[in-house]
């Protein structure tokens, strides 16, 4: 008897129709079982979810195995890997020349906390519309392990060198520096990640995410403060993080007692839903007090540890056009003479 052919399911497809496929990017390079792989896997799977289109999204990065990251998804994405430190910079550049773009930051800590801390606070401090996530694993993976900015005192290396300064906490900066949603989470933590980063695509200006990402190579070790055994034993999630997009009914259940229920600029809800702490996201002194109750703990804290969706972006304070600048007509970009002649008259 001829058997039946059986029929192959049909890709899931998202709000624009595209396959996950259509994110995907290059076979990564970085070592098996590197938490920055996992990031991207996460990054596939909410800008998929989202509907984002590839071709809208400007990936930019700096230098390190986290910044070559963006090599290994979304392919059909613009993408620019800058010097090391100075993604920022070249971010607001290509953010300003077209606004239409969403740009996604990957950088690491060394990228962001040591050679790149000059223009990371400058940029938390403007409210860019980004999303930056920080591949935190604590050394500078590329460069065979050196300690980075982030390292915990008293955390070692694999030859049992001691670091004996005190870490740069990535997401106290960002906070008492002005970005307007800022989190940390681990590259373990399949399910926190994700609602993060789709909360970020939502989000309207800077999104700092701090993931702690562990380095196989160099930094899974007892001793190390960015393992997968420390973050496995010591990981305190704040809340459990619901994301509800704004294109899906968000009539969903909740206790207001437990739940927080925060609306995005954009309609979308984040619903947090408390675990041990009790707390309130939009309380820029709660949560940098958090952080530092954290850290005299040794916790390493998860979760959104602030967001004010309504603070005014960089580009709205610019007061500048929203059309991107290699569209305009040479009419438009370069003044008249008489123009000139006035601006020279003035400096008579
Ligand atoms: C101007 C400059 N200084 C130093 C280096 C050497 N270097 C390359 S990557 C790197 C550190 C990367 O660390 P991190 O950002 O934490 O990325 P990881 O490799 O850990 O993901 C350094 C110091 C460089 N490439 N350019
Ligand atoms: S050296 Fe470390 S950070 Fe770099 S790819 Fe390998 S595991 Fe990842
Ligand atoms: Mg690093």
Redesign the pocket.
Known sequence: MASTPTATPEPKSNRIGLNVIDYRGGKTT??A?????AISERIVDAMFEMGVKPEHVIKMSGI???S?SPAYFMSRSHSFNSVHGRMPSVTTGAVLANQHLMALGVS?DGDSASIGIGQFVHLMRRNLPMIYII?D?G?Y??T??QFSATADLGSKLKTGVVNDLPPIDTCALAIQLGASFVGRSFSGDKRQLFAMLKAAIAHKGTVMLDVI????????HEGSTKSYKFMKDHDEPLHDITFVPSFENIDVDYDPGTTLDVTMHDGSHLRLKKLNEDHDPTDKLKALALLHEAHDKGEALTGIFYIDPKKPSFLDLLNMTDKPLATLPESVVRPPKSVLDEIMADLR
């Not at 079982?33 to 792989?37: A, I, K, P, R, T």
């Open positions: 970085l070592c079982g590197c938490g920055h792989n390190g195995c986290s070559k690491g591949e694993n050394v993976g590329l065979k392990g990402s562990p380095c196989v190579t160099f930094n899974d």
